[in-house]
C-alpha cells in the first residue's frame, strides 16, 4: 500500500508563491511518473503538471513559465514550485504516483488526498 502525503498548500496573494510537496511512503518497490492535478469548483480536474522517474517533465498550458515541476527519487518526492500565482490557480491540488509492482509491466496510479490553493486578488 502506498500513500501520498501532501504539504505547503494555503492561501496567497496575487503574484506571491508556494511550493507543494508530496512525500510517497508505505511498501514502494518502484515509483514511476509522478505529477499534480487540480480542480476548481465547478470545474473538471485537470493535470498541472508531471515529472518521469528521469526528469522529463511536462506542464499544462495556463501554468508553463510560472510553475515548475521536480522530484527527488531518493525521497520518493515531487514537488510543485507556484509562482507569479493568479486568483485563477485557485483549487484543490493533488499529487499523483505511479507505483510498479515487483514485475509488474502496469502500474497502479495513487493519488494524494488534496491539498487547497487559495490565490486573493
Known amino acids: 500500500q502506498v500513500q501520498l502525503v501532501e504539504s505547503g498548500g494555503g492561501l496567497v496573494q496575487a503574484g506571491g508563491s508556494l511550493r507543494l510537496s508530496c512525500v510517497a511512503s508505505?511498501?514502494?518497490?518502484?515509483?514511476?511518473?509522478m505529477g499534480w492535478y487540480r480542480q476548481a469548483p465547478g470545474k473538471e480536474r485537470e493535470l498541472v503538471a508531471a515529472v518521469s522517474r528521469s526528469g522529463s517533465t511536462n506542464y499544462a498550458d495556463p501554468v508553463k513559465g510560472r510553475f515548475t515541476i521536480s522530484r527527488d527519487n531518493a525521497k520518493n518526492t515531487v514537488y510543485l514550485q507556484m509562482n507569479s500565482l493568479k486568483p485563477e490557480d485557485t483549487a484543490v491540488y493533488y499529487c499523483?504516483?505511479?507505483?510498479?509492482?515487483?514485475?509488474?509491466?502496469?502500474?497502479?496510479?495513487?493519488w494524494g488526498q488534496g491539498t487547497q490553493v487559495t490565490v486573493s486578488s
Open positions: 499523483t504516483a505511479d507505483h510498479y509492482y515487483s514485475g509488474s509491466y502496469y502500474p497502479e496510479t495513487c
Open positions: 508505505g511498501r514502494i518497490i518502484r515509483i514511476g511518473d
